[in-house]
Nanobody
Framework: QVQLLESGGGLVQAGGSLRLSCAAS????????MGWYRQAPGKQRELVAT???????NYADSVKGRFTISGDNAKNTVYLQMSSLKPEDTAVYYC????????WGKGTLVTVSS
């Protein structure tokens, strides 16, 4: 059974940084794409960033230049380095992994205070 475990969320002041990590277990196969999504209170879940197993990255416009996604394909892990955080970045951040089927973590809360 595939499981995604996120870590690294927390409370940070505006302008600060956080690093999220996501590790997958329960499979020996590499995912085609791994990434991060977020859901703020009262809003729909939205894409933050993705990275393919070929290293191709994709970012939401709202985080370009501030967030960096990276990954270790061999270990099925993905990271999200978040800098220059803003209060509007406050959300539950979910790890996602895709290989024919889409898998989701339970999420980690990021709160950015003004």
């Amino acid at each position: 059974q595939v499981q995604l475990l996120e870590s690294g969320g927390g409370l940070v002041q505006a302008g600060g940084s956080l690093r999220l990590s996501c590790a997958a277990s329960g499979t020996i196969f590499r995912f085609n794409v791994m990434g991060w999504y977020r859901q703020a209170p009262g809003k729909q879940r939205e894409l933050v960033a993705t990275i393919s197993n070929g290293g191709f990255t994709n970012y939401a416009d709202s985080v370009k230049g501030r967030f960096t996604i990276s990954g270790d394909n061999a270990k099925n892990t993905v990271y999200l380095q978040m800098s220059s955080l803003k209060p509007e970045d406050t959300a539950v951040y979910y790890c996602n992994a895709m290989r024919a089927v889409s898998y989701w973590g339970k999420g980690t809360l990021v709160t950015v205070s003004s």
